[in-house]
């Protein structure tokens, strides 16, 4: 396994700052919203993306996020009143670049791509916490985030009349995966599927399919193939997890061993509370036993990328970034990032 950061993808110091942590291997986001360049399925500007890291030192083995506007594949039948969609591609399009997309990372011999289907909206938070020593923690409250939700969105959160059903989701995503899986396997990318985040049978009048291991097991049956991968987010899985199963203290260990080699991607990072409150920690808080977890990993074969996700914004993380998305500041990364090292390390035998 392999220890890998989640980057931007325009010069940032944390480019520097990976070389120094002797980390080259990158994951970024390709989104036009980000890099500033249209097109991110074309070979050209994905190759300009991978150029521009390579130059400063960063290899680029794993694509993450949307890639760009990924309504018309997730939204696909939704029930609005048609505005605001000038200029929209149609479904058929989208999934055209998709396809193309994956055949660009192929070429430039990128062979992951870390994918979500969260409709509506994609990871959610409701604000801060203060954490450890004063550290700010991003955290999620359903009953606060329905008060700060338009009228129509609550009422539809609440009375279960939703934009997209939870079969009309899963009718999207057999269509989506079914098309673009046979271009993914020929060009040798394995597709990561993350959980929904939070992980919540629905949120601002959308379904929510993926919050359940049964769940993945249905997406893989649609097309069985070692391209149809799973991303490992640790805490989403623990908070899939009743209480009775957490106290057991084994379940994410159960779950990893379910999946075996259908593990493509490790998100580390852990919670407390439940999927409708929960608060994230430092790496090394928290009661998962992350030994253990990196230890199974190596036990199944796995031989992976992992990175470590969500942190709480440190002092002095604002100097350097001050308009970072809450739960990516820098420093935080910096400790995290030692501490995987560690557990790397200390399970290499």
Known sequence: MKLV?????????????CLQMGIEDVIVKVNPSLTGLSDPWRFETLSSITSRLA?????????????????????FGEREDGSGNEGRVTRDEALAHYCELLESMGRLGIHLLCYNFMVGTGWARTGVRTGRGGSKATYFSLEETRRKMPDAEC???ETGELKL??????????????????TAERCGVRMGLHPDDPCLPSLGGYARIFGS??????AYALYPSPSNAVTFCQANFKLMMG????????????????????IAFIHVRDVEGDRTDFTELF?????????ALMRLYRSLGLDVPVRGD????????????????????????????????ALLKGTET
């Open 5 to 17: 950061e989640f980057v931007p993808p325009v010069e940032h110091p944390l480019w520097r700052l």
């Open 55 to 75: 130059s400063a030192g960063l290899r680029v083995v794993g694509l993450e996020g949307d890639p760009f506007d990924m309504a018309p594949i997730k939204n």
């Open 155 to 157: 009422r539809m959160s």
């Open 165 to 182: 059903s939870a079969e009309q989701v899963w009718t999207n995503y057999e269509h989506f995966i079914k098309v673009v899986m046979p």
């Open 213 to 218: 291991v049964e769940a993945y097991d249905r």
């Open 243 to 262: 209480a009775g199963e957490r106290e057991k203290g084994n379940g994410l260990e159960e779950m990893a061993r379910h999946f075996g080699r259908r």
């Open 283 to 291: 790496h090394d808080q928290g009661d998962t036993d992350q030994f």
């Open 310 to 341: 969500h942190v709480p914004e440190m002092e002095g993380d604002r100097a350097l970034d001050a308009d970072c998305i809450p739960g990516y500041f820098t420093m935080g990364r910096l400790f995290a990032n030692g501490y995987l090292k």
